[in-house]
Nanobody
C-alpha cells in the first residue's frame, strides 16, 4: 500500500549540502515509522535515521548525527533529509523507507518493509 519516491540527490563537493525529499503515498507520513537508509558499493546498508512520524524523537546513526536532520510535512506526505557538512564517506545510494508502527518495537529497531527506488548522492573530496 505504501509507495515512496526519493528525489534531491546529486553531486556536491565536501562540505556542501543537499536536501533529499521522499514523496509518500497518502496517510503514510504521520502514521508510520519512517527513515532514511544508505548503501555504498560493497558495503552493508546503513540505517541513517529513523522516526516515528506520529511525533517521536528521531534516532540518528553516529556517522551522521549533528550533520543530518530529518523532518516531515504530514499535509504533503513528504519526508525530508537535510544533509550538511557532507563528506566523501557519505557517497551512497540513499533510500527512504517505511514500516507500520507498533508499540512493542521502537522505530529504530523495526525491520523496514517499504522502500523507494533510491537517489544517488556523490560527494567529492
Amino acid at each position: 500500500q505504501v509507495q515512496l519516491e526519493e528525489s534531491g540527490g546529486g553531486s556536491v563537493q565536501a562540505g556542501g549540502s543537499l536536501r533529499l525529499s521522499c514523496a509518500a503515498s497518502a496517510y503514510t507520513v504521520g502514521s508510520f515509522c519512517m527513515g532514511w537508509f544508505r548503501q555504498a558499493p560493497g558495503k552493508e546498508r546503513e540505517r541513517i535515521v529513523t522516526l516515528d512520524t506520529r511525533g517521536g524523537t528521531p534516532v540518528y546513526a553516529d556517522s551522521v548525527r549533528g550533520r543530518f536532520t530529518i523532518s516531515q510535512d504530514n499535509a504533503r506526505n513528504t519526508l525530508f533529509l537535510q544533509m550538511d557538512s557532507l563528506k566523501p564517506e557519505d557517497t551512497a545510494m540513499y533510500y527512504c523507507a517505511a514500516v507500520s508502527r507498533i508499540v512493542a518495537v521502537p522505530c529504530a529497531k523495526r525491520p523496514y518493509t517499504f522502500w523507494g527506488q533510491g537517489t544517488q548522492v556523490t560527494v567529492s573530496s
